[in-house]
């Protein structure tokens, strides 16, 4: 006491030596006055809820309003917890002490408890300082005489919002249960809150859980049936004379609690209660300080009226609507819902919002590319029709060489049907009937009629229209059936064929009718070569091999050989040494050859005449870059 | 109704065809022998009895015009009948210009087809008939000394007796006798039908009668 003394008065030397120099000097600064000194006075336990949300507003209110440096002082008497008078006089020793010399220049005095302390003890502790009142009832304060120089902000509860509230979120509610404990404070807000139910409710039923042990309670509440509604009104002290937080009795309550429970107080939110009319003690402590600042500068007179409560704000705990399933739409308008839960929306805003613009921009290149590959598919598909036209051009175009022997083809078996049946008619005719013969006859008319409708057949497979489409194939029997289409056309230019075929079948993967054509083109184009040499030289070979993973086949003739100048372009469209040629034999091969994944090359023999060479692989190796090479190679052949 | 000694020669590659023809042929009472090329029929010795030739123009090896060119230079060469598949002109003209009987083109009807066969088997047997009294003739002639001979060549040159007895010196009485018999060898009434003896009688029995002549 004695340092704090010096201190003081160390303090006002130092503010009298700075007033003294402040009159010399006009720039006053606040510190060179005495800070005025705010004493609260507070009824309850100051670490409650309410208690601290109020001065955790109320002091910076204060500092902020005041243009001089300000000490707060706050003392307790904390009237729910102790006796408190029988501790008035040590109490009020202790304050006499303290403040006798540093006198408060104004009181702040929460709750009628505190208030009247105050009031009691005015004249001697501090008979100057005003007195700013707060967390008195209208009620309350409507008994009693105005005192002089006592000026304050009321604090009404109002239990009808927020039960109003309750039944509103619960509208098929049947009962309301109250909690309360025993102190005077209590009592009081049991009685409203009765009144006001049965205003409100006068039909349901109303259970009271105020005067019972907090175990008994918490037993209780447990129980209640699933359509009450509970009111939490405070709980300092119960009926076995403990004494409790009630913020921390309501979380025991509401956790174990069968039924929603509201509250009144703003620092009962996020303790477990669903909501309510909240009487916010942020804004009561943000009220009060003004009002203080007020007086303490003067700009408010201390006899000035007092201020009406402050109304309660409707609030709700979103975490608790959640737990008792009630709806969001019931609400007011204009209820804060605190607490909600944020939605992953919320809680990874960028995060996704980052992610989804990649998921756009890699959907978007994806999409881009998807679409460029459709359109290269598309072109590619294109190219193929279009080479499959020409290659059907090409095969038409050799059948048309190829129509008298072809007609030589039907017309024989069609002759041995006429003769046979001219043969059958004769036998018929004889006399005895030569039945025997006849049926000879018979079969062979039937196997005439088959050989005719085998040439058809060839001939009509060729001249299908086909995509390339491949399968596992045997080049011998591809050759074998080019060689009945050609051997009669080989027999009318005089062209002697000689087959040299490898034993086995020689399989690859190809498409048999293309592969037809490459061998019927060459074969033409031996038997092309040859046209102008003598008769006893007109042979030309085929013939078939197998390589470790390819098979060949060569063609040769013994015409005049390809000129040196024509090697190149030979296998160009449209290159043609022959006066009726197309110029598309060779180019058609090669295209089919190479989507194969094979090759196609000329070679001059050395006797005279020229070989060509086929060789196919094996394996399936045409792929996408093949028969794009491929398709590449006949759209540019269509291009020339 | 076609005699059994007749033999009908089929040429032709495709045996199918080949078969079917040979069994119509068979079915109007011919006797038929097949042979699937050119070089088969050549290999077996010349055929005697009568008959005829079927030959296909296209098959493999020596074509059907070259076997016909071939046959005709034999002496007793059968008749011919062509088929093709595909009868061009020039074919044509060339066939029936190395003696074809007919030219038929695949599929051949069946009436053309035993026309044909019928005139070429008609042709043979006149050919036969005709070379039958050619070797007679031959033979007749064969049988005549050289002083007939001399007599037959100078009646057929149109000579009358009294200049053939100056020609051979010998008297006119003689020449009568001779006359008379050779005549008689020759089985000739008149000397129109003597002549007509001398036009079938070959070079060489001409040349022979020439020398005899001169």
Not at chain 1, 342 to 354: F, G, I, K, N, S
Not at chain 1, 374 to 403: C, D, I, K, N
Request: aromatic share 6%; charged share 25%; glycine share 6%.
């Amino acid at each position: 006491v004695a340092r704090r003394l010096q201190r003081c008065i160390a303090i006002a030397v130092i503010g009298a030596a700075c007033s003294f120099d402040a009159a010399a000097d006009t720039d006053v600064s606040p510190r060179n006055e005495l800070p005025w000194r705010v004493l609260i006075l507070q009824g309850y336990d100051p670490w409650l809820a309410s208690a601290v949300q109020f001065e955790q507003t109320l002091r910076p209110t204060l500092y902020a309003n005041v243009p001089r440096f300000v000490d707060v002082y706050t003392e307790t008497l904390d009237s729910g917890r102790f006796r408190s008078s029988d501790l008035e006089a040590t109490f009020l020793a202790l304050l006499r002490q303290k403040y006798s010399h540093d006198r408060p220049d104004l009181i702040i005095a929460g709750a009628p408890f505190a208030l009247d302390f105050a009031l009691r003890h005015r004249a001697e502790l501090w008979p100057d300082a005003p007195i700013v009142f707060f967390g008195v009832s209208p009620r309350a304060w409507a008994g009693r005489p105005r005192p002089a120089n006592v000026t304050g902000q009321l604090l009404d509860y109002d239990p009808s919002k927020t039960l109003a509230l309750a039944l509103r979120l619960s509208p098929h509610a049947a009962s309301i249960t109250l909690i309360a404990g025993v102190t005077e404070a209590d009592k009081l807000r049991m009685q409203a809150t009765l009144a006001a139910a049965a205003k409100l409710a006068p039909r349901l039923e109303i259970a009271r859980l105020d005067n019972l042990p907090f175990g008994e309670m918490a037993r209780r509440v447990a129980t209640l049936p699933r359509d009450s509604v509970v009111l939490f009104l405070g709980l300092y002290r119960d009926a076995r004379g403990d004494t409790y937080v009630p913020v921390h009795a309501l979380e025991q309550l509401s956790g174990v609690s069968s039924a929603p429970v509201y509250g009144w107080a703003s620092g009962q939110l996020g303790h477990g209660i669903v909501g309510g009319a909240l009487t916010d003690f942020e804004e009561e402590g943000r009220a009060v300080g003004q009002l203080a600042a007020d007086v303490l500068t003067g700009r408010v007179s201390a006899s000035a009226p007092i201020r009406d409560p402050l109304p309660p704000g409707c609030a709700v705990d979103a975490r608790q609507l959640e737990r008792w399933d009630l709806s969001e739409r019931n609400l007011p308008t204009g209820c804060t819902i605190a607490f909600r839960i944020p939605t992953l929306w919320q809680t990874y805003r960028w995060e996704a919002v980052t992610a989804v613009v990649l998921i756009v921009l890699q959907a978007g290149l994806i999409a881009g590319m998807l679409f460029q590959r459709r359109q290269r598919r598309r072109a590619t598909l294109e190219v193929q029709r279009m080479r499959s036209e020409l290659s059907h051009a090409s095969r038409l175009a050799t059948v048309g060489e190829l129509t008298a022997a072809i007609s030589h083809e039907i017309n024989q078996p069609l002759g041995a049907v006429q003769s046979n049946a001219d043969a059958a008619e004769m036998f018929l005719d004889a006399n005895p009937p030569r039945l025997d013969r006849v049926r000879e006859v018979i079969a062979e008319i039937r196997a005439a009629n088959a050989r005719s409708a085998e040439v058809v057949r060839r001939l009509r497979t060729l001249l299908k229209k086909n995509q390339l489409t491949f399968q596992t194939l045997d080049v011998n029997e591809v050759v074998d059936t080019v060689l009945q289409l050609v051997a009669t056309e080989a027999h009318r230019r005089g062209v002697t064929l000689r087959a040299d075929l490898q034993d086995g079948p020689l399989r690859i993967e190809g498409d048999p009718i293309q592969l037809q054509q490459v061998v019927l083109n060459l074969l033409m184009n031996a038997m092309d070569a040859m046209a102008e040499v003598p008769a006893v030289r007109r042979h030309a070979r085929i013939r078939t091999s197998a390589n470790r993973d390819s098979v060949s086949i060569h063609v040769s003739d013994r015409g005049q050989g390809v000129a040196p100048g024509d090697m190149s372009r030979l296998f160009q469209s449209f290159f043609t040494t022959k006066a009726q040629g197309l110029g598309i034999g060779l180019s058609v091969a090669r295209t089919i050859v190479t989507a194969h994944g094979g090759r196609i090359r000329v070679e001059n023999n050395s006797d005279g005449g020229a070989t060509f060479e086929v060789v196919i692989p094996k394996g399936r190796t045409h792929g996408e870059v093949v028969s794009e090479h491929a398709s590449n190679t006949s759209a540019s052949e269509i291009a020339k | 109704m076609n005699d059994g000694d007749v033999v009908v020669h089929l040429i032709d590659d495709d045996q199918m065809f080949r078969r079917a023809l040979a069994a119509m042929l068979e079915a109007a009472g011919y006797a038929v022998e097949q042979y699937a090329s050119a070089g088969e029929f050549l290999l077996q010795d010349a055929p005697r009895a009568p008959g005829c030739i079927i030959l296909d123009l296209q098959m493999p090896g020596p074509s059907g015009l070259e076997l016909h060119e071939a046959l005709a230079r034999r002496r007793d060469s059968l008749p011919v009948v062509f088929l093709s598949g595909y009868g061009d002109v020039p074919t044509t003209a060339r066939a029936m210009k190395t003696g074809a009987v007919d030219f038929l083109t695949k599929p051949v009807q069946r009436d053309m087809m035993l026309a044909a066969v019928q005139a070429a088997i008609r042709r043979d047997a006149n050919r036969r008939t005709k070379e039958r009294q050619k070797r007679e003739v031959q033979s007749r002639f064969t049988s005549l000394s050289a002083r007939e001979a001399q007599i037959f060549w100078s009646i057929v040159d149109g000579k009358v007796n009294k200049q053939i007895a100056r020609d051979l010196n010998i008297a006119e009485r003689t020449v009568k006798t001779y006359r008379a018999q050779m005549m008689s060898k020759m089985r000739a009434r008149s000397v129109a039908e003597l002549a007509r003896m001398a036009t079938e009688l070959e070079p060489d029995d001409a040349r022979s009668g020439q020398a005899a002549r001169a």
